[in-house]
């Protein structure tokens, strides 16, 4: 099973960058593609980015893409947040996709719906004053 913590969340002015890490704690042999969604006041949650367990591919939703950029190690998963706008606002969340096919074809998907992943973080509050 998988346990998120995220962190880095904080209070930046427009145009500032912020970085979460979302540390995890897999049982040995476990394997996730990771996530981040968030919610903004009044808004359902929404796909951020994501990122698969093999080959490192990455997605974005379109509001953040060239502004924003998820990596992982073998300890975490970070959003490098940059040009922070105020309507990126939100609690953000990681989530974990357990992965259990083993043909590498199989492995290196990056899933984009919040019903998809199966352990959630905490959250962490983002906010971006004018």
């Known amino acids: 099973q998988g346990h998120l913590v995220e962190s880095g969340g904080g209070l930046v002015q427009a145009g500032g960058s912020l970085r979460l890490s979302c540390g995890t704690s897999?049982?040995?042999?476990?394997?996730?593609?990771m996530g981040w969604f968030r919610r903004a006041p009044g808004k359902e949650r929404e796909f951020v980015a994501g990122i698969s367990w093999s080959d490192h591919n990455t997605d974005y939703a379109d509001s953040v893409k060239g502004r924003w950029t998820t990596s992982r190690d073998n300890a975490a998963v970070y959003l490098q947040m940059n040009s922070l706008k105020p309507e990126d606002t939100a609690v953000y969340y990681c989530a974990a996709k357990r992965i259990t096919a083993t043909h590498p074809a199989l492995t290196g998907g990056v899933y984009l719906s919040d019903y998809e992943y199966d352990y959630w973080g905490q959250g962490t509050q983002v906010t971006v004053s004018p």
């Open positions: 897999e049982r040995a042999g476990s394997k996730y593609a």
